[in-house]
Nanobody
Framework: QVQLVESGGGMVQAGGSLRLSCTAS????????MGWFRQVPGKEREFVAG????????YVADSVKGRFTISGDNAKKTVTLQMNSLKPEDTAVYFC???????????????????WGQGTQVTVSS
């Protein structure tokens, strides 16, 4: 069973930075996607950024483009989300997820991901 553990959430003022990390343990896959999603109460889970197993493809949502960067380490099975220039609207619970199917068209689709972390709260104050 794959387990994902996130770390790095917290509270920061607008304009500040946070770095989220996610480490996977358990079975390894020849191909996979790892993604970051976020959710606020009453809203659907939103794609933030995704990483394809070979590191050659990453995708960042338009809402965070230019501010957030995703990177991954296949050997360590970790994925990191560097969040800069944070805004109050970035406040959410952030989830790490893994999709062993790795169909490129599904990178941004929450339902494609089989494994999820417990989530970490990010709060940005104005």
């Amino acid at each position: 069973q794959v387990q994902l553990v996130e770390s790095g959430g917290g509270m920061v003022q607008a304009g500040g930075s946070l770095r989220l990390s996610c480490t996977a343990s358990g079975p390894s896959f020849n191909r996979y996607h790892m993604g970051w999603f976020r959710q606020v109460p009453g809203k659907e889970r939103e794609f933030v950024a995704g990483f394809r197993w070979n590191g050659g493809y990453t995708y960042v949502a338009d809402s965070v483009k230019g501010r957030f960067t995703i990177s991954g380490d296949n050997a360590k099975k970790t994925v990191t989300l560097q969040m800069n220039s944070l805004k109050p609207e970035d406040t959410a619970v952030y989830f790490c997820a893994m999709d062993p199917g790795a169909i490129l068209s599904s990178l941004r689709v929450p339902g494609a991901y089989d494994y999820w972390g417990q989530g970490t709260q990010v709060t940005v104050s104005s």
